[in-house]
């Protein structure tokens, strides 16, 4: 089992930035996949960014050069720094983990979910 706690999220004006944290209770070297998904209000959670143990990283295009993802294996912990945030950004934003020692779940595991919400 793997618990994932995020933190980071809050109020802030469009432009502005927040940075997302995702603390993980196993080391994150054992994870090969790591992930932020985004649920904006009445819409379908979708991924917004992910990195794989090797640091290879995919982007939705909505995020594309604003977000970055990054994950530090001492502190076992994934980030997601997000500038020149948009109203549209505002959303629920869950990590996700999955591949752990090479073996894949289903659904992988998930955080509780962090607010963001962008101000216009």
């Known amino acids: 089992q793997v618990q994932l706690v995020e933190s980071g999220g809050g109020l802030v004006q469009a432009g502005g930035s927040l940075t997302l944290s995702c603390a993980s209770s196993?080391?994150?070297?054992?994870?090969?996949?790591m992930a932020w998904y985004r649920q904006r209000p009445g819409r379908k959670r979708e991924l917004a960014a992910g990195i794989s143990s090797s640091g290879s990283t995919n982007y939705a295009e909505s995020v594309k050069g604003r977000f970055t993802i990054s994950r530090d294996n001492d502190k076992n912990t994934m980030f997601l720094r997000m500038s020149s945030l948009k109203p549209e950004d505002t959303a629920v934003y869950y990590c996700?983990?999955?591949?752990?020692?090479?073996?894949?779940?289903?659904?992988?595991?998930w955080g509780q979910g962090t607010q963001v919400t962008v101000s216009s």
């Open positions: 996700n983990a999955d591949f752990v020692d090479g073996i894949p779940y289903s659904d992988g595991f």
């Open positions: 196993v080391s994150i070297a054992r994870i090969n996949l």
